[in-house]
């Protein structure tokens, strides 16, 4: 007997938390000691900032079906992740490249005063 589609998604879903919760309970990592499901779709575990302060990393998990007219596509939203993080970096750069030009010229622009106000003034 078939499911619908939003049964599935809820069973897919309880099984991929109950797998993560498994592992991040059997881990060793001295950052997540208790991990708690707090909602259907949400675990988090307490954490401590660098201040000494108890803080809490939530996360949620869902299954998500997409749009009327296409399916939710996790490798094309990957891919464009990729790109926005390429771009952000090459924006990042040319403003790098274009600050140390503008230093480059205010540098020129102040030792041509100052030699000017040097001729001026002898």
Do not use: H, W
């Not at 988090?44 to 949620?60: M, Q, R, S």
């Not at 790098?96 to 020129?108: L, N, S, V, W």
């Amino acid at each position: 007997m078939a499911i619908s589609d939003k049964k599935e998604r809820d069973l897919k879903r309880e099984e991929v938390i109950a797998e993560i919760l498994t592992i991040l309970a059997d881990s060793n990592s001295a950052l997540i000691d208790d991990v708690m499901q707090i909602k259907s779709n949400e675990f988090c575990f307490p954490v401590v900032g660098c201040n000494g302060t108890e803080l809490f990393a939530k996360i949620a998990i869902s299954i998500p079906t997409g749009s009327k007219d296409e399916p939710f596509d996790g490798y094309a939203l990957a891919q464009d992740y990729l790109f926005k993080l390429e771009e952000d970096k090459r924006k990042a750069e040319e403003r790098a490249a274009a600050k140390e030009a503008k230093k480059k010229r205010d540098e020129e622009i102040r030792r041509k005063r100052a030699e000017n106000a040097e001729k001026n003034g002898q």
